[in-house]
């Protein structure tokens, strides 16, 4: 049962490139966990031989407040039933966090985006647009609560892995720093097109100087989580 990956990556201040062989499983990053994200919450896997991602960083779209960025992947992924040439494309624009207040406590943050998949098995391109908009407050130092607006289009994949299961997503939570390393988070994920909860996320954080790692409980799935990040060597 043991499947492991090998990637090579390079970063540079205005890009990054990535070859990543073996076979992945849909697990959502960390700050997906914290603000939800409608990442499909079965376990699901796609061996990747190779696959190739080009990221173009952050820039500024000229005077305005508002940050684009570009991504393009290249994959033969295979899953249980099907082995594809998977092409994804992503331009995504994100605006400057406005500042709702004097002491910058309540903070409103938005994104917009295009994205256009493509499979060889069957020929399919399909094309979604996205939407993201989040309301935080810090209440104090130690805590803070948000409330965020998830929109795509057309949420429908070939691959179950890393697809979006929640084409219009509601999310409310909160974060407590307990101490300088630790803290925990609690996260309601909310299916507003069948009106149904999708998901109750509950997450301990927890800084180990090299190491970072969380445990979490998802509620609906029965299911629990642990991630260990090597953050330097």
Known sequence: ??????????????YSFRISYG???????????IFG????????????????LFEWNDKPLGSL?????FSALIGQWTDS???????????YFTRNPIYLDKKKTWVWSN????????ESYDGSVQNSYRYNTTLSKRLTPKITVWTAYNYTNNNTSAFAYNSISVGQEWVNGIYIQLDKKTGIS?????????????????????????WNTYFQYQEKAKKWVWNLTVVRF
């Open 1 to 14: 049962g043991f499947k492991p990956t090998f990637e090579l990556r390079k970063a540079d201040k205005d």
């Open 23 to 33: 076979d992945y499983s849909s697990v959502a990053s960390s700050s997906d966990q």
């Open 37 to 52: 994200g409608g990442i499909n919450n079965t376990i699901n896997w796609v061996k990747k031989t190779p696959e190739f």
């Open 65 to 69: 407040p508002w940050k684009y960025r």
């Open 81 to 91: 039933t099907k082995t594809s040439w998977h092409h994804d494309y992503l331009l």
């Open 111 to 118: 994104g917009v985006g295009l994205q256009q998949l493509r």
């Open 186 to 210: 609690y996260a309601n994920s909310h299916d507003i097109t069948n009106g149904r909860t999708y998901e109750n996320y509950y997450t301990l954080y927890r800084n180990m100087h090299c």
